[in-house]
């Protein structure tokens, strides 16, 4: 009967160290996601990489959070590398078009010869309806001197969106 009572208190006392340990990364990585939110990115980023090794389950959202810090720090190529993680860990998550809506922004952001524009081209083949982004690789397009393409990516977004984004692609087009 001893016996039975020293494990049942063993066990219990490691049921709640596990407990307080998982309460304090959660607590972690709450703090780190009201960062993010908040915009501030530095802070939010050791947080958000304790939380991933210890939270794998919600790994696809953290590394989301991950890829939106970097990227708002300006570290394209480490939000990239986020991006591209959780596309290949987490190929079902409901955060892959999001993902890859960051990737393209980046891309478009870097101000740099796109050299992997299919990946831009890609992205609004597959999201025709996400017209923040279609913008932006207008106005990408635009910049490199393809007119035409470009007047017809903001026509579709004057006649289909309302709203500012459609003033400003009527903009593009006078």
Same mark, same amino acid.
């Given at each position: 009967?001893?016996?039975?009572?020293? $494990?049942f208190? /063993?066990v219990?006392? !490691?049921?709640?160290?596990?407990?307080?340990?998982e309460?304090?990364?959660? $607590?972690?990585?709450?703090? &780190?996601?009201?960062?993010?939110?908040?915009?501030?990115?530095?802070?939010?980023?050791?947080?958000?990489? &304790?939380?991933?090794? *210890?939270l794998?389950?919600?790994?696809?959202?953290?590394?989301?959070?991950?890829?939106?810090?970097?990227?708002s720090?300006?570290?394209?190529? *480490?939000?990239?590398?986020?991006?591209?993680?959780?596309?290949? !860990?987490?190929?079902?998550?409901?955060?892959?078009?999001? !993902?890859? &809506?960051?990737?393209?922004?980046? @891309? @478009?952001?870097? +101000?740099?010869?796109?050299?992997?524009?299919? &990946?831009? *081209?890609?992205?609004?083949?597959?999201?025709?309806d996400?017209?923040?982004?279609?913008? /932006?690789?207008?106005?990408?397009?635009?910049?490199?001197? *393809?007119?035409?393409?470009a007047?017809? @990516?903001?026509?579709? @977004?004057?006649?289909?969106?309302? +709203?500012?984004?459609s003033?400003?692609?009527?903009?593009?087009?006078?």
């Amino acid at each position: 009967m001893r016996r039975i009572i020293v $494990t049942f208190v /063993l066990v219990l006392v !490691a049921l709640s160290y596990s407990s307080a340990e998982e309460s304090d990364i959660k $607590t972690v990585l709450i703090k &780190a996601k009201k960062d993010v939110d908040a915009g501030r990115h530095a802070g939010s980023i050791d947080g958000l990489n &304790a939380s991933y090794k *210890e939270l794998p389950v919600i790994g696809d959202y953290i590394l989301f959070w991950l890829a939106k810090a970097y990227s708002s720090e300006g570290n394209i190529a *480490e939000s990239n590398s986020k991006i591209r993680e959780l596309l290949d !860990a987490y190929p079902g998550s409901p955060l892959k078009k999001k !993902a890859r &809506a960051i990737a393209v922004r980046n @891309i @478009i952001a870097s +101000g740099e010869d796109v050299s992997d524009l299919r &990946a831009v *081209e890609s992205y609004v083949s597959d999201y025709s309806d996400d017209y923040d982004v279609r913008f /932006l690789y207008g106005q990408f397009l635009k910049k490199k001197g *393809e007119n035409e393409k470009a007047k017809k @990516i903001f026509r579709s @977004i004057y006649i289909h969106c309302g +709203g500012l984004l459609s003033k400003l692609s009527y903009n593009e087009l006078s």
